[in-house]
Protein backbone atom coordinates (compact mmCIF):
# COMPACT_ATOMS: atom_id res chain seq x y z
CA UNK A 1 0.00 0.00 0.00
CA UNK A 2 1.18 3.88 -0.32
CA UNK A 3 3.05 5.61 1.74
CA UNK A 4 0.92 9.07 1.85
CA UNK A 5 2.44 11.99 3.98
CA UNK A 6 0.36 15.34 4.64
CA UNK A 7 1.60 18.51 6.05
CA UNK A 8 0.79 20.32 8.19
CA UNK A 9 -0.93 16.98 10.54
CA UNK A 10 -2.80 19.74 12.38
CA UNK A 11 -2.63 23.65 12.72
CA UNK A 12 -4.97 26.38 13.98
CA UNK A 13 -5.49 29.33 12.11
CA UNK A 14 -7.02 33.11 12.11
CA UNK A 15 -10.25 33.38 10.42
CA UNK A 16 -9.41 35.55 7.20
CA UNK A 17 -6.10 33.24 6.46
CA UNK A 18 -5.23 30.72 3.83
CA UNK A 19 -3.30 27.68 4.36
CA UNK A 20 -1.48 25.37 2.74
CA UNK A 21 -1.67 21.48 3.03
CA UNK A 22 0.90 19.19 1.08
CA UNK A 23 0.42 15.81 0.41
CA UNK A 24 3.59 13.54 -1.06
CA UNK A 25 3.26 9.77 -2.02
CA UNK A 26 6.43 7.24 -2.05
CA UNK A 27 5.71 6.02 -5.72
CA UNK A 28 4.00 7.42 -8.46
CA UNK A 29 -0.20 7.45 -9.03
CA UNK A 30 -2.14 7.72 -11.84
CA UNK A 31 -4.78 9.77 -9.64
CA UNK A 32 -4.85 12.11 -6.72
CA UNK A 33 -8.26 13.77 -4.69
CA UNK A 34 -8.80 15.83 -2.05
CA UNK A 35 -11.52 14.69 0.35
CA UNK A 36 -12.76 16.97 3.07
CA UNK A 37 -14.43 15.50 6.77
CA UNK A 38 -16.04 18.46 8.60
CA UNK A 39 -17.03 17.61 12.38
CA UNK A 40 -18.36 14.47 12.88
CA UNK A 41 -19.28 14.00 9.40
CA UNK A 42 -18.72 11.65 6.23
CA UNK A 43 -16.10 12.38 3.46
CA UNK A 44 -17.01 14.53 0.86
CA UNK A 45 -15.14 15.03 -2.05
CA UNK A 46 -13.59 18.72 -3.24
CA UNK A 47 -11.79 18.05 -6.48
CA UNK A 48 -9.59 15.72 -8.39
CA UNK A 49 -5.86 16.90 -8.88
CA UNK A 50 -4.99 16.78 -12.61
CA UNK A 51 -1.12 16.19 -13.68
CA UNK A 52 -0.21 19.38 -14.91
CA UNK A 53 -3.57 21.04 -15.56
CA UNK A 54 -5.96 22.44 -13.52
CA UNK A 55 -8.13 20.42 -10.57
CA UNK A 56 -11.64 19.27 -11.60
CA UNK A 57 -13.93 20.43 -8.52
CA UNK A 58 -17.02 18.97 -7.15
CA UNK A 59 -20.41 20.57 -7.15
CA UNK A 60 -19.72 23.30 -4.17
CA UNK A 61 -16.47 23.56 -4.09
CA UNK A 62 -14.41 26.46 -6.19
CA UNK A 63 -10.99 27.32 -7.64
CA UNK A 64 -10.55 30.37 -5.79
CA UNK A 65 -11.60 28.61 -2.42
CA UNK A 66 -9.61 25.72 -2.81
CA UNK A 67 -6.87 26.41 -5.28
CA UNK A 68 -5.22 22.60 -5.87
CA UNK A 69 -1.62 22.00 -7.74
CA UNK A 70 -0.10 18.90 -8.79
CA UNK A 71 3.39 19.31 -10.36
CA UNK A 72 4.21 15.49 -11.01
CA UNK A 73 2.67 12.13 -9.93
CA UNK A 74 4.17 12.20 -6.24
CA UNK A 75 3.19 15.35 -5.01
CA UNK A 76 0.29 17.73 -4.32
CA UNK A 77 -1.40 20.46 -2.32
CA UNK A 78 -4.25 21.99 -1.56
CA UNK A 79 -4.79 25.71 -0.05
CA UNK A 80 -7.93 26.73 1.61
CA UNK A 81 -8.22 30.65 1.23
CA UNK A 82 -9.75 33.28 3.41
CA UNK A 83 -10.41 30.47 6.03
CA UNK A 84 -13.57 30.86 8.48
CA UNK A 85 -14.64 29.01 11.30
CA UNK A 86 -17.05 26.60 8.54
CA UNK A 87 -13.59 25.32 7.21
CA UNK A 88 -12.81 23.98 10.39
CA UNK A 89 -12.69 19.84 9.05
CA UNK A 90 -9.94 17.40 8.55
CA UNK A 91 -8.96 17.35 4.87
CA UNK A 92 -7.55 13.82 3.48
CA UNK A 93 -5.77 13.35 0.21
CA UNK A 94 -6.68 10.30 -1.55
CA UNK A 95 -4.76 8.20 -4.11
CA UNK A 96 -5.37 5.35 -6.69
CA UNK A 97 -2.38 3.41 -8.76
CA UNK A 98 -2.49 2.69 -12.29
CA UNK A 99 -2.76 -1.23 -11.79
CA UNK A 100 -5.44 -0.84 -8.71
CA UNK A 101 -8.57 -2.31 -9.20
CA UNK A 102 -10.70 0.21 -7.28
CA UNK A 103 -9.89 1.07 -3.66
CA UNK A 104 -7.98 4.72 -2.92
CA UNK A 105 -5.34 4.92 -0.15
CA UNK A 106 -5.41 7.66 2.31
CA UNK A 107 -3.32 10.17 4.24
CA UNK A 108 -3.73 10.44 7.62
CA UNK A 109 -5.30 13.77 7.21
CA UNK A 110 -4.71 17.58 7.92
CA UNK A 111 -6.94 19.03 10.69
CA UNK A 112 -7.86 22.38 10.60
CA UNK A 113 -9.09 24.54 13.19
CA UNK A 114 -10.13 28.19 12.36
CA UNK A 115 -10.85 30.66 14.83
CA UNK B 1 -25.09 9.91 -9.45
CA UNK B 2 -23.88 7.48 -6.55
CA UNK B 3 -25.24 7.48 -3.12
CA UNK B 4 -24.45 5.33 0.09
CA UNK B 5 -26.49 4.93 2.89
CA UNK B 6 -25.62 3.38 5.79
CA UNK B 7 -28.65 3.81 8.12
CA UNK B 8 -27.33 3.08 11.74
CA UNK B 9 -25.28 6.11 13.44
CA UNK B 10 -24.07 3.30 16.19
CA UNK B 11 -24.05 -0.50 16.84
CA UNK B 12 -23.35 -1.69 19.97
CA UNK B 13 -22.08 -5.27 20.71
CA UNK B 14 -20.61 -6.97 23.02
CA UNK B 15 -17.24 -8.78 22.68
CA UNK B 16 -17.04 -12.01 20.93
CA UNK B 17 -20.57 -11.94 19.50
CA UNK B 18 -21.11 -11.16 15.98
CA UNK B 19 -21.56 -8.10 14.93
CA UNK B 20 -22.97 -6.61 10.97
CA UNK B 21 -22.79 -3.11 9.80
CA UNK B 22 -25.38 -2.19 7.01
CA UNK B 23 -25.04 -0.87 4.33
CA UNK B 24 -26.92 -0.08 0.83
CA UNK B 25 -26.05 1.98 -2.29
CA UNK B 26 -27.00 3.02 -5.35
CA UNK B 27 -25.21 3.40 -8.50
CA UNK B 28 -25.55 3.11 -12.34
CA UNK B 29 -24.05 -0.02 -13.78
CA UNK B 30 -22.13 -2.10 -11.97
CA UNK B 31 -20.80 -1.10 -8.77
CA UNK B 32 -17.67 -1.48 -6.94
CA UNK B 33 -18.05 -1.44 -3.14
CA UNK B 34 -15.86 -0.48 0.10
CA UNK B 35 -15.34 -0.43 3.38
CA UNK B 36 -13.06 1.59 5.67
CA UNK B 37 -12.34 1.75 9.05
CA UNK B 38 -11.28 4.83 11.12
CA UNK B 39 -9.37 5.35 14.24
CA UNK B 40 -9.51 8.09 16.14
CA UNK B 41 -7.30 10.87 15.18
CA UNK B 42 -6.11 8.45 11.80
CA UNK B 43 -6.91 8.52 7.88
CA UNK B 44 -8.94 5.59 6.73
CA UNK B 45 -8.06 2.53 6.13
CA UNK B 46 -9.01 -0.02 3.31
CA UNK B 47 -10.79 -2.92 4.94
CA UNK B 48 -12.14 -4.88 2.13
CA UNK B 49 -13.69 -4.85 -1.53
CA UNK B 50 -16.32 -6.05 -3.43
CA UNK B 51 -15.23 -5.79 -7.78
CA UNK B 52 -16.78 -8.99 -8.76
CA UNK B 53 -17.01 -12.92 -8.11
CA UNK B 54 -18.07 -14.26 -4.94
CA UNK B 55 -20.55 -12.57 -3.22
CA UNK B 56 -18.76 -12.90 0.22
CA UNK B 57 -15.64 -11.05 0.27
CA UNK B 58 -13.13 -11.14 3.04
CA UNK B 59 -10.78 -8.49 4.15
CA UNK B 60 -8.41 -7.21 7.26
CA UNK B 61 -8.66 -8.26 10.21
CA UNK B 62 -11.41 -10.97 9.94
CA UNK B 63 -13.90 -8.85 8.34
CA UNK B 64 -15.74 -9.95 5.43
CA UNK B 65 -18.72 -8.28 3.83
CA UNK B 66 -21.68 -9.61 1.88
CA UNK B 67 -22.86 -8.22 -1.50
CA UNK B 68 -26.34 -8.68 -2.32
CA UNK B 69 -27.64 -7.51 -6.01
CA UNK B 70 -31.22 -7.30 -5.53
CA UNK B 71 -30.91 -5.64 -2.31
CA UNK B 72 -28.44 -3.36 -3.07
CA UNK B 73 -26.36 -4.23 0.06
CA UNK B 74 -23.13 -4.49 1.07
CA UNK B 75 -23.62 -5.56 4.87
CA UNK B 76 -20.03 -6.07 6.81
CA UNK B 77 -19.68 -8.63 9.39
CA UNK B 78 -17.18 -9.71 11.41
CA UNK B 79 -18.44 -13.20 13.89
CA UNK B 80 -16.67 -12.46 17.12
CA UNK B 81 -16.17 -8.72 17.34
CA UNK B 82 -13.04 -7.39 19.59
CA UNK B 83 -13.06 -4.47 21.99
CA UNK B 84 -10.58 -3.11 19.55
CA UNK B 85 -12.47 -3.06 16.69
CA UNK B 86 -14.36 0.00 18.11
CA UNK B 87 -13.80 2.69 15.24
CA UNK B 88 -16.11 5.12 12.86
CA UNK B 89 -16.78 2.35 9.71
CA UNK B 90 -17.70 3.88 6.23
CA UNK B 91 -19.21 2.32 3.38
CA UNK B 92 -17.98 3.89 0.17
CA UNK B 93 -19.29 2.82 -3.92
CA UNK B 94 -17.97 4.23 -6.69
CA UNK B 95 -18.99 3.27 -10.33
CA UNK B 96 -17.50 2.14 -13.94
CA UNK B 97 -17.22 5.33 -15.11
CA UNK B 98 -15.88 7.28 -11.77
CA UNK B 99 -12.64 6.56 -10.13
CA UNK B 100 -13.40 8.91 -6.62
CA UNK B 101 -15.51 7.39 -4.13
CA UNK B 102 -18.52 8.28 -2.21
CA UNK B 103 -18.90 7.51 0.73
CA UNK B 104 -21.91 6.91 3.40
CA UNK B 105 -22.31 8.72 6.83
CA UNK B 106 -20.54 6.33 8.49
CA UNK B 107 -21.22 3.61 11.43
CA UNK B 108 -19.75 4.17 15.05
CA UNK B 109 -19.46 0.74 16.26
CA UNK B 110 -18.78 0.43 19.91
CA UNK B 111 -17.55 -3.39 21.54
CA UNK B 112 -18.46 -3.61 24.77
CA UNK B 113 -16.29 -5.88 26.94
Known amino acids: SAVISQKPSRDICQRGTSLTIQCQVD?????MFWYRQQPGQSLTLIAT?????????ESGFVIDKFPISRPNLTFSTLTVSNMSPEDSSIYLC????????????FGEGSRLTVL | AQSVAQPEDQVNVAEGNPLTVKCTYSVSGNPYLFWYVQYPNRGLQFLLKYITGDNLVKGSYGFEAEFNKSQTSFHLKKPSALVSDSALYFC???????????FGSGTRLQVQP
Open chain 1, 27 to 31: SQVTM
Open chain 2, 92 to 102: AVRSTGRRALT
Open chain 1, 94 to 105: SVAYTTNTGELF
Open chain 1, 49 to 57: ANQGSEATY
